[in-house]
């Protein structure tokens, strides 16, 4: 299992803008004790999460998974080489149940960014989402509940469901089974 130095990133970013733990924390709407850990790779925030610190830093989503050094013009990934596979925690820090892998590791400032998510059986809490952009799940195995908008929508095998900028929805496997899906949000 690879992990990503994320944390060590938005440090980086923080500090180039001169800006206190407390201050980032009080405009994201965030616990400093929470952006620590985000920032110490003591916890891996949801995408979601991700993505609203990447918007407050002005940079791409993508880049949070790329070394600097590396700019390749296209990326192709063998199925057998896709283990980049790393779990997420919740803001208490406690197992979801669910895994992120991503389809990109070496190219910058990408558009969209693809990852494909696995949910287990009993990943059945919900973990609220909300992009800037817009986002489009297809379901490749198994069920998918998805809330939103005060309503359940159940996705089979080969449904999908695309989510205009900024609308908030949760995701959690159906009852029972595995859910693999993917993901892709415009970065």
């Known amino acids: ?3 990503y130095d994320i944390g060590s990133k938005f440090r ?13 924390a009080r405009e994201m709407g965030f616990s ?24 407050f830093f002005n940079v791409k989503l993508s880049e949070l998974f790329v070394e600097k050094s590396d700019r390749r013009r296209f990326e192709i990934i063998r199925k057998e080489d896709r283990n980049q596979v790393f779990p997420f925690l919740s803001r ?17 400032n990408k558009k969209m960014v693809p990852v494909l998510l696995t949910l287990s059986a009993e990943c059945q809490e919900s973990t609220i ?5 817009e986002t489009f799940i297809f379901v490749l195995q198994g069920g998918l ?14 449904d999908s469901v695309y989510f205009y900028k900024s609308l908030q929805y949760s995701l959690r496997s159906t009852a029972g089974t595995e859910a693999v899906i993917l993901v892709v949000t415009a970065d």
Do not use: W
Request: aromatic share 8%.
């Open 92 to 108: 208490v820090g406690y197992h979801l149940g669910y895994f992120c892998e991503p389809f990109f590791q070496r190219l910058p």
């Open 145 to 158: 509940d998805v809330l939103c908008m005060d309503r359940k929508i159940v996705l089979a095998e080969g």
């Open 1 to 3: 299992m690879n992990e």
């Open 12 to 24: 980086e970013f923080r500090l180039a803008r001169s800006l206190t733990q407390s201050s980032v």
């Open 129 to 133: 989402s909300c992009h800037e952009d």
């Open 32 to 55: 400093i004790s929470l952006l620590s850990q985000i920032e110490n790779n003591k916890i891996s925030p949801p995408i979601g999460t991700l993505s609203r610190l990447a918007r």
